[in-house]
């Protein structure tokens, strides 16, 4: 029954399923198989160096190791309430900060009971690092393939999350994909830049119940013909017609470049407008606007 349904979407480890998606006409949204290909998963890495504004939370293990004159190593887990404990020294509170902010803090506190750590000449010396990461649940709502809430590793990012829930519907956007974070919008993410540019700068990081909202296209356009790359795109607001043919690859070696022919619906009727290739730069596109590019004589 449907609240069964909504119980099973409700918590999910994407490690424990795999989604099976059948070609059909969607395959020709530009974008759409990006997060369906077995062998691109954009699973993230933990075998790497921390990084340093990675911040740390509750369930974290930290690493300390101290050496030189004095020997130690600390394998410390953050508590529920953000804090490690260290015998003599009492509660650090580290939650929230970046790695490199806690290592700071809790080396400047270890310094009360190394001497040797600080000093014009010091004999003993201590790194801070990350051991076991902590478990985050993040939620996908809206046009996306499987809605619910995930866990997954910290170090995951939107685009770990995206795969997971199968990415977009037929009708959800890749260029107006938003981060929510304690109710406020974080970033907006347009999967195009990705795949246009391979630029990842809205790409961040998710922290613990961050809410990922696929919104509904607003504007799609049908390029068919002589383009190296055929299919639906969507247009984000100002995007011209030189920018469909800029996400197709451009036009086949037996185009006919000179005129294009828009075809355009309009409240009545179906409207046909010829584009002089000069002009395309100053031609905006319209959502359910086709293209056809036709071959040379």
């Given at each position: 029954?449907?609240?069964?349904?909504?119980?099973?979407?409700?918590?999910?480890?994407?490690?424990?399923?795999?989604?099976?998606?059948e070609p059909g006409p969607e395959s020709r949204i530009f974008g759409y198989d990006l997060f369906r290909k077995a062998d691109l998963t954009f699973e993230p890495g933990l075998n790497i160096p921390t990084p340093p504004n990675y911040q740390v939370g509750a369930g974290d293990q930290l690493l300390i190791d101290i050496w030189g004159a004095s020997q130690q190593t600390y394998q410390l887990n953050i508590s529920p309430e953000g804090s490690i404990y260290i015998e003599n020294l009492g509660p650090i509170q580290v939650s929230g900060l970046t790695m490199e902010q806690a290592s700071d803090r809790i080396i400047g506190r270890l310094k009360n009971i190394y001497s040797g750590l600080s000093g014009p000449d010091p004999n003993t010396f201590a790194q801070v690092t990350l051991g076991n990461t902590r478990s985050i649940d993040v939620h996908l709502l809206g046009e996306v393939n499987l809605p619910g809430t995930y866990t997954f590793s910290s170090f995951a990012s939107v685009f770990n999350a995206l795969y997971a829930s199968g990415g977009p519907t037929i009708n959800g956007s890749f260029r107006n994909i938003e981060l929510f974070r304690d109710g406020e919008l974080v970033t907006v993410l347009d999967i195009y830049e990705f795949l246009m540019y391979v630029k990842q700068e809205n790409n961040i990081r998710l922290q613990d119940q961050d809410v990922i909202k696929v919104n509904p296209f607003s504007a799609r356009v049908d390029l068919t013909g002589e383009v190296k790359r055929p299919g639906l795109y969507e247009m984000a607001q100002g995007e011209t017609l030189s920018d469909v043919i800029l996400f197709s690859g451009g036009f086949s070696d037996k185009a006919y470049e000179k005129i294009l022919t828009v075809y355009r619906n309009t409240d009545t009727e179906r409207m046909i407008l010829n584009v002089n290739k000069e002009d395309l730069d100053g031609f905006s596109m319209l959502d359910g606007d086709s293209i056809p590019v036709v071959r040379i004589l």
């Open positions: 029954d449907r609240s069964r349904e909504q119980d099973t979407l409700q918590t999910m480890d994407p490690a424990q399923f795999s989604i099976e998606f």
